[in-house]
């Protein structure tokens, strides 16, 4: 973590979707439902799909980062830095740290009302730990989009869930 709160680009992060479209193959994809979302969107769906044939430990804690450029990054040695988006004073997430059982998947989400400070557009990345190693899903933001293009906006539904491969249709 380089001061300030921003990340190295070359932080060692299983990424299995990137924005570039350079990824990693990996046990464990972590992927948002969509890859852009409108400033509108109120909020970011994602999974984490166990491929293995053991099950996943993850916990309830993750953070949220957004790729600075150059101009913005207090260093000379990077061309862009990921920087730590804020949440509110005193965030707290859940002890328990559940499981993935083999070849489910797990769908997780965050409104933008989470953080301490609007989320612009830009490009965001997901971190979140599996396991003992750290995974991340990229996504962009951009100005309001059409509601067809964006998140569903569907509140009745439970969007912390657990699917299995036998789910499928």
């Known amino acids: 973590l380089l001061s300030g709160g921003f990340v190295q680009p ?3 992060y299983i990424t299995t979707q990137s924005v570039s479209g350079e990824t990693v193959e990996a046990d464990i994809i972590l992927a948002t439902e969509l890859e852009v979302y409108g400033t509108d969107s109120g909020y970011v769906r994602y999974s984490a799909v166990n491929t293995t044939d053991e099950p996943i430990m993850y916990g309830y804690g993750w953070r949220l980062e957004r790729l ?5 990054v207090p260093t000379t040695y990077f061309d862009s830095a990921w920087q730590v988006v804020e949440f509110p ?19 997780l989400d965050f409104d933008f009302d989470d953080f301490k400070y609007e989320l612009d557009t830009g490009t965001y990345r997901i971190v979140k730990k599996f396991n003992n190693d750290i995974y991340a899903a990229e996504f962009v ?10 998140a569903d906006t569907d509140e009745s539904a439970d969007l912390t869930e657990t699917t299995g491969a036998d789910d499928a249709i």
Request: charged letters at 25%; hydrophobic letters at 40%; proline letters at 11%.
């Open 68 to 72: 600075i450029d150059s101009s913005v």
């Open 141 to 150: 933001i951009v100005d309001a989009v059409d509601t067809d293009e964006a």
């Open 10 to 12: 070359d932080d060692g």
């Open 89 to 107: 004073d005193n965030t707290a997430f859940p002890q328990p740290s559940p499981w993935i059982m083999p070849g489910e998947t797990l769908w």
